[in-house]
């Protein structure tokens, strides 16, 4: 374990750095656009090749190394973590071909969603939803909808953090956010813990720079992050923590995603009900929206914070999660109301 975190020090800068180069030879760039894209020059877009590497060299490091330990001491499952590692690299794949050539919403959207429903069907049951936990103590049995309903809730999850990738950090540190509060439900001795400390510090080196406008996260880096916490989000939500305590519930996991998600909802219906086609680009998200009344520092700490506080009160007083939804259903109204004083 210490090699490994020692590995990870030295070794994930050195990956920045390959990913970076092998951008800009492949001239993978994003270009502004002085409408919703309003860097001031063509930069690279290295997340998607600089995590996807990330994912491969672990995942196949740890192939390599004595599996029966390994299966002992990490709960590493071969068969699973080869069909993972298979749906990144495909989402990846995918993500980088957008990156270089646009590919329409639509089409990207139905791609993807057929490769969840593959990799859904190989998995073990516990990446799959097959009924719906309540904090209200029901459950409801999704049978054979189960894989159908997964891939629907990944590829909703996808598009709501992607239409939030708008400002320098934004989408990482969210991220970030995300996997910290679901590594608390894993156990140290589990092989998604130790993938996720991996993440959280080579986000925290790609946040910094990002923030300073060296590179993008592109969609390539938020679909591979996204497509694995999604997986790790419902296996955590069927396994649940090695204390027995499990706190993953449908509401609480909307909580933490809530955002994002609210967000996406709203411009969905507010496109359909002017006659736009709901996938179609604009600067009406929540964090334009705060861009404009509070600059990009500010936009950031409101967001995340947004993202952030309810989950921490939650953990820490698991029965005011009805309360907490409905405060910040009132907080992203009020946000979303301050576009109404740049009018």
């Known amino acids: 374990m210490i090699f490994i975190i020692l590995l990870t020090i030295f070794i994930i800068p050195l990956f920045l750095f390959l990913s970076f180069n092998f951008s800009k030879k492949i001239n993978l760039y994003d270009y502004p656009d002085k409408n919703r894209k309003i860097h001031l020059k063509p930069t690279l877009l290295i997340g998607g090749i600089f995590f996807q590497v990330i994912f491969l060299f672990y995942f196949i490091l740890f192939f390599y190394l004595d599996l029966e330990i390994i299966k002992k001491t990490l709960s590493f499952n071969l068969k699973d973590n080869i069909i993972l590692l298979g749906t990144l690299s495909a989402v990846f794949a995918i993500g980088l071909f957008d990156d270089k050539k646009n590919i329409k919403p639509t089409i990207k959207l139905i791609f993807i ?112 992050l996204v ?61 334009h929206i705060l861009l404009k009344q509070f600059g990009n520092l500010k936009t950031l700490i409101i967001y995340c914070s ?19 939804i409905i405060s910040l259903l009132f907080i992203y109204y009020y946000m979303i109301k301050l576009k109404k004083k740049q009018i």
């Open 113 to 224: 969603f057929i490769i969840f429903n593959v990799s859904l069907s190989l998995v073990s049951d516990v990446f799959i939803i097959q009924n719906l936990k309540s904090f209200f103590n029901y459950r409801l049995n999704l049978n054979s909808y189960s894989i159908y309903f997964t891939a629907f809730c990944f590829i909703v999850l996808l598009n709501a953090i992607n239409m939030a990738d708008g400002i320098n950090s934004l989408s990482s540190i969210i991220f970030i956010i995300w996997i910290f509060y679901l590594n608390l439900a894993l156990p140290i001795n589990s092989f998604y813990f130790l993938i996720n400390l991996i993440l959280i510090y080579s986000l925290t080196i790609f946040a910094f720079l990002n923030y300073q406008n060296k590179f993008f996260l592109g969609d390539s880096g938020c679909y591979v």
């Open 227 to 287: 497509t694995y916490i999604s997986f790790l989000t419902v296996y955590i939500y069927n396994v649940g923590s090695s204390s027995n305590v499990n706190y993953l519930n449908i509401e609480s996991i909307f909580l933490l995603f809530m955002i994002p998600g609210v967000d996406m909802l709203r411009l969905f219906f507010q496109r359909v009900i002017k006659g736009v086609n709901p996938f179609k680009a604009d600067s009406d998200h929540l964090h």
């Open 306 to 324: 947004a993202v952030f506080i309810p989950w921490l009160l939650y953990y820490f007083f698991i029965s005011l999660l009805p309360y907490l």
